[in-house]
């Protein structure tokens, strides 16, 4: 069974400039989530969704972050524009559902560098 | 609101030797606890998970209890070797339902031949 899969791996950018990740999650999960995890620390939720709807956002900086997640499969986050603060790995997570024991399987990462 | 906290490392050990990572928590009620483990170069994945109070979860040789009492779930291992070198997270289901997970801060764990 594939796992969860992001693209691309690792991606250096200028300040200012724009910024897209892809997650394709595990067939048939129905929630997919990103984190944002700093060096040294553990990861942090920015968003949520369920199928096609975004549930929890809360954490989502929306003045230059946005997602999508159309069809309920696939989804992109995206940056606009970055800053220094934003250089971070980002996690894509996939769960069949969103239960409080379900599992979250996590796609191996994208590694930002803004200079 | 909820939190965990983990001891801070890195910790070295040599192989064979008996591991422990502290990790305690707060929140409401009794959630579900999970340790994640994050190898050089890879995404995390679940390493073990207890579901409700003295549940012990079990794998690849680690072991945790859920200890309501010290609200703890200490990851314990008696014997590691090299390959179990990376980076360990307790976590919990929090926010909104309990749908996302917050974890600690990681454990950098390194076993020396």
């Known amino acids: 069974e594939a796992g969860v899969v992001q693209s691309p791996r690792y991606k250096i950018i200028e300040k200012k400039q724009p910024v897209a990740f892809w997650c394709n999650p595990i067939?048939?999960?129905?929630?997919l989530y990103w984190y944002r995890q700093n060096l040294g620390q553990g990861p942090e939720l920015l968003i949520r969704?369920?199928?096609?709807?975004?549930?929890?956002d809360s954490q989502l900086p929306k003045d230059r972050f946005s997602a999508e997640r159309l069809k309920g499969v696939d989804s992109t986050l995206k940056i606009q524009p970055a800053e220094l603060g934003d250089s971070a790995v980002y996690l894509c997570?996939?769960?069949?559902?969103?239960?409080?024991?379900?599992?979250?399987?996590f796609g191996p990462g994208t590694r930002l560098t803004v200079l | 609101g909820d939190s965990v906290t983990q001891m801070e490392g890195p910790v070295t050990l040599s192989e064979e030797a008996f591991l422990t990572i502290n990790c305690t928590y707060t929140?409401?009620?009794?959630?579900?606890l999970f340790w994640y483990v994050q190898y050089p170069g890879e995404g995390l994945q679940l390493l073990l998970k207890?579901?409700?109070?003295?549940d012990k979860g079990s794998n690849k040789g680690f072991e945790a209890t859920y200890r309501k009492e010290t609200t703890s779930f200490h990851l314990e291992k008696g014997s590691v070797q090299v390959s179990d070198s990376a980076v360990y997270f307790c976590?919990?289901?929090?926010?909104?339902?309990?749908?996302?997970?917050?974890f600690g801060s990681g454990t950098r764990l390194q076993v020396q031949p």
């Open positions: 997570a996939s769960s069949f559902q969103a239960g409080a024991t379900d599992t979250q399987y």
């Open positions: 067939s048939g999960h129905n929630t």
């Open positions: 969704y369920e199928n096609e709807e975004a549930v929890d």
């Open positions: 929140a409401t009620g009794y959630p579900s």
């Open positions: 207890a579901t409700k109070a003295d």
């Open positions: 976590a919990l289901p929090s926010g909104g339902g309990r749908r996302a997970l917050t």
